[in-house]
């Protein structure tokens, strides 16, 4: 079945960029998100991208896609220490099921 | 709209004991899903309903769990018996129609700690 990819950690220093990636297996996907979860809540939508795209810029946020290679990354620029959150990958199929698949999540920690 | 609802936000039971965990989707929104959230097994659907039908419940790890959709606005999910293994946070998230963009919504989750 489908299937998503990411590291699980990822430790930057605050005004750093970060660069969190994703792979993905389904080729005929239609949409990729990322999704933050802050600590005690739910995942929230940061922003997606078309499969017809290759990049997506949202102020500090820049999604990019390699459709070929099935790689999705988000770097968030100058990080922040309240960015500290799991970032989610996933991705919906266009192969009839519109239902999400997620990563398992990257933890960001951002120190001083 | 106050967002998708759940409670308890905390839960502690002893082994054995019944649990249910109730969500309360966006108004409007029609497909309602149940996670889990585990350290070891990241995030997992474990079944979603379309208009209070369930369409998927291939996640459901075993009998002891079910749910149910009375009604558009109310759904729970139920593990009877409880054991050690479940304890988890179990989110409920809620979408419009999943066939274009539409982000899905999470409730803010209830952490269930069987003991």
């Known amino acids: 079945g489908e299937d998503v990819e990411q590291s699980l950690f990822l430790s930057v220093r605050e005004g750093d960029s970060s660069v969190i990636n994703c792979t993905y297996t389904d080729s005929s996907s239609t949409y990729l998100y990322w999704y933050k979860q802050e600590p005690g809540a739910g995942l929230q939508l940061l922003t997606y991208i078309f499969s017809n795209m290759d990049m997506k810029q949202d102020q500090r946020l820049t999604v990019l896609l390699n459709k070929k290679d099935k790689h999705l990354s988000l770097r968030i620029a100058d990080t922040q220490t309240g960015d500290s959150a799991i970032y989610f990958c996933?991705?919906?199929?266009?192969?009839?099921?519109?239902?999400?698949?997620f990563g398992r999540g990257t933890s960001l920690i951002v120190h001083p | 709209d106050a967002g998708v609802i759940q409670s308890p936000r905390h839960e502690v039971t002893e082994m054995g004991q019944e649990v249910t965990l109730r969500c309360k989707p966006i108004?409007?929104?029609?497909?309602l899903f149940w996670y889990r959230q585990t350290m070891m097994r990241g995030l997992e659907l474990l079944i979603y309903f379309n208009n209070n039908v369930p369409i998927d419940d291939s996640g459901m790890p075993e009998d002891r769990f079910s749910a149910k959709m009375p009604n558009a606005s109310f759904s729970t999910l139920k593990i009877q018996p409880s054991e050690p293994r479940d304890s988890a946070v179990y989110f409920c998230?809620?979408?419009?129609?999943?066939?274009?963009?539409?982000?899905?919504?999470f409730g803010p989750g209830t952490r269930l700690t069987v003991t």
């Open positions: 108004s409007g929104h029609d497909y």
């Open positions: 996933a991705e919906k199929g266009g192969g009839g099921s519109y239902i999400p698949t």
């Open positions: 998230a809620s979408s419009l129609a999943p066939g274009l963009a539409n982000e899905q919504y």
